[in-house]
């Protein structure tokens, strides 16, 4: 049996959610994930904020582990993680410039299928067949990463995010080999009181929704389209409005492909085709999935 595990935490790079990450899987077991990404933006370690004329580079490695359980005979999951990044970037038209190097903002998820999700072992999994699925998730980040208010390029943003999501993942096609998941999502912030040293950052909440259409190849590869669209999340420094009201519009593609039943690739590729007072982001990633567990051959 090849599994292929998709709940994971958001690309910082994209802000997208994985496809399938509502669909069922296994419960007992536990996943590593180790992943690699270059994002060239107009935005640091905090996609919510931009700087004008900027360009960033960033290179970010992630360590995270799931643990996949039942509760009232629901699949639930939970999942840390720690981003590990190298940055550099400059504005366009002054001397200023930079780089730093350290951990990021950790981040922290929960989240269960509320309905078509029931708890199977490894065992029994093997003989269940996908059903629509409609799930929840809680994803937070928490302000330990390297920041520095007297520095334009940080790792962390000196704030807590809360990313309340729900989703659904319909199967569909001759043998099911076809996935279309929609999720809506909403980023609230905390106030970062250390802004450029003295100053204070409010911003709005960042509405979100997406779409994943996937396609099984065979028993071990999947592919996926992407599109995600945001709005609002426009920010205020010491109560001034700074009328920048975002409107995002990204584009994406994963392939997913199990090498054997623990250990799985994945590659993701994602690109802002709209980003208006948003961070205009290009990039890649590439990630390895390691699972082990109760029942697992």
Known sequence: MALALAHSHNLVFAQFSDPRTYTNSPVDLNQIELMYAYVRSDASIDP??????????????VIAYTRYFGVRHRLTW????????????????????????????TSYQIGTLLKGGPALTASEFE?????????????????????????????????????????????????????????????????NTMYRGAEVLKQMPLPGVEAHLSYSLNNSVWASLDIRYSFRGDTLINGVNQDNVQRNFIVGSQLNASINARSTLIFVYAHALVHDNGPNISGFAVRYDYVWGKGLR
């Open 127 to 191: 003989t269940y067949k996908p059903k629509t699925s409609i799930g929840a998730s809680f994803t937070f980040t928490a302000p330990t990463g390297q920041y520095d208010h007297n520095r334009l390029l940080n790792l962390g943003s000196d704030r807590w995010s809360f990313k309340p999501e729900v989703g659904l993942s319909h199967p569909f096609g001759p043998e099911q080999k076809w996935v279309i998941d929609a999720y809506v999502n909403s980023y609230f912030f905390s106030d």
């Open 78 to 105: 939970i999942q840390p993680s720690i981003p590990i990044a190298s940055a550099s970037g400059s504005i366009a038209g002054t001397t200023i410039s930079g780089d730093v190097n350290g951990a990021g903002d």
């Open 48 to 61: 919510s904020i931009i700087v004008g004329n900027a360009k960033f580079n960033l290179n970010q490695g």
